[in-house]
């Protein structure tokens, strides 16, 4: 059987295994959706291995600086994060897109020599912002040198090339690298870090293992050589994200109001218990949110390759990497229920007992956020970003507003339900809209040529092809 079904017919069904046989162990093993799982695993395992690393590094800076330089240095660094999110706002994923639908490697080279000045011109006028700001303000010297040791970081964090290491392929790369940067940290830690050091001693650190990560991933995706800053170029992508990224920067930013503010929401309507109780809960989901993160660079640029070579056949793809993640998440998501209120006590303490069945309807709602990811980033894929931003500007609102009336009447466990609620209206609006999208693309390409080839070759951009 072919693993592309006839594009004449109206419901298309793309199987691997074969949908006329058994999902055995073995035909598991040897699919597709384990190699994704095998991937996503290894990703993960260079994650936890980088975080290991820097929390020995958290753990030594913590002793030799105190809390209060601890919190100096934390704040500049968390600044610099915010300030390079905010240049940011989703344009990897028009970046990423773009770069798949060029054909040749000439007008690629364009792109990324366009996206380069955009992005070293403007933390370049961010670093002068910056200097300028720090010697005009009226700051102790100690947190002078604190500021002045992470102007290099602006340029650091705002030029990561993750948007190229994500369209040629190399994902991983990026895990690798950030365990590199925290081995470089933490031997410049033990190094140069003493107790009652300064704390832009450790932003100097920082900065010296994030700067050779960054030139060492440039150097592996592309060659620096060829890379030219002009004005011209830069100001010509600035348009195009203005006309084409806008709507991809609005569901930047609905998304990070709503998850900056349920913290303080809680705190707020709610108490600092709950704040406290919250926090335990979201150490747990933060793995979710890092493996959703991993399946995000895995699976956005295979969606892009999907429905590039056949629209047909895009929206059973989909579908089908959607259930694999209902079907593999939804037991696990029910046996936390059971889990945790016993796992929990044990692990935080009995006064965190509370927290065991909203962290469970926190990871649940995690869950759903895993599958309804492969429907946004199905449409984001297509170009669809205004239709998407529509949902997400739509339901992070209601979002906050359900927690305005929940909180003080049920504390985190209201939080918890608004937030597993919200997952949930966003997983059926965007399965219709997928839908709706899939049917108008195959409608409107009804004269699109089949693969050639026998019928037992894969769809270029299957998931076999993760490696």
């Known amino acids: 059987m072919s693993a592309i079904a006839d594009p004449t017919t109206e419901d298309l069904t793309v199987s691997d295994p ?44 913590a002793r030799c600086l105190g809390p209060e330089k601890l919190g100096q240095s934390g704040i500049v660094i968390l600044g610099i994060g915010q300030l390079a999110f905010l240049v940011n706002l989703n344009q990897d994923n028009l970046l990423v897109r773009a770069y798949k639908q060029l054909g040749d490697a000439a007008a690629r080279e364009s ?60 994902v991983s790369l990026n895990y690798k690298l950030a365990a590199v940067s925290s081995i470089v940290a933490l031997g410049l830690y033990f190094l140069f870090l003493r107790p009652g050091a300064a704390a832009g001693t450790e932003v100097v650190i920082q900065g010296l293992a994030q700067g050779i990560a ?16 002009h004005f011209a170029p830069a100001k010509d992508f600035l ?43 979201l150490s747990v989901t933060g793995v979710c949110t890092q493996i959703n993160a991993v399946l995000f660079v895995l699976i956005y640029p295979k969606f892009i390759d999907w429905y590039r070579a056949d629209v047909r056949s895009y929206w059973n793809r989909q579908r089908g990497v959607a259930a694999f993640f209902f079907t593999l998440l939804s037991p696990l998501a029910v046996g936390l229920f059971y889990l945790l209120p016993f796992v929990y006590p044990k692990v935080y303490g009995e006064e965190f007992t509370a927290a065991a069945i909203p962290c469970a309807w926190l990871v649940a709602a995690k869950c759903i956020a895993t599958v309804n990811n492969m429907f946004t980033l199905g449409l984001l894929a297509q170009g669809k970003d205004r239709q998407v931003s529509l949902l997400v500007i739509a339901t992070a609102p209601a979002g906050l507003a359900g927690n305005l009336l929940a ?12 937030d597993f609620a919200r ?10 809209m997928c839908r709706q999208a899939n049917r108008e693309a195959i409608t409107t390409n ?21 490696k």
């Open 111 to 170: 792109l990324v020599n366009a996206a380069m000045s955009f992005r070293v011109l403007i933390s370049a006028a961010c670093f002068v912002a910056a200097l300028v700001g720090i010697w005009a303000a009226d700051l102790s010297p100690a947190w002078q040198f604190t500021c002045y040791a992470g102007l290099p970081m602006i340029l650091i964090q705002i030029n990561q090339p993750l948007w190229l290491m994500q369209a040629v392929g190399k």
């Open 239 to 281: 348009r195009r994200v203005a006309d084409e990224g806008k709507w991809l920067a609005m569901i930047g930013v609905a998304n990070y109001l709503y998850t900056a503010m349920t913290l303080p929401l809680l705190g707020y309507l709610g108490s600092f218990k709950d704040v406290g109780l919250m926090r335990s809960a």
């Open 214 to 229: 960054l030139l060492w991933g440039w150097k592996l995706v592309t060659d620096l050589s060829s890379i030219r800053i």
């Open 18 to 61: 074969p949908s006329n046989s058994r999902l055995t162990w073995r035909r598991f093993a040897a699919g597709a959706e384990f190699r994704l799982l095998v991937q996503v695993a290894h990703l993960v395992g260079w994650q936890v291995a980088s975080r290991g690393l820097g929390f020995i590094g958290a753990v030594w800076a």
């Open 446 to 466: 009804d004269d699109a040529p089949e693969l050639d080839g026998a019928s037992d070759e894969r769809m270029p951009g299957d998931l076999a092809d993760f």
């Open 423 to 432: 997952e949930v209206v966003v997983l059926m609006a965007a399965y219709w």
């Open 407 to 418: 909180i003080p009447a049920y504390g985190l466990m209201g939080c918890a339900l608004v």
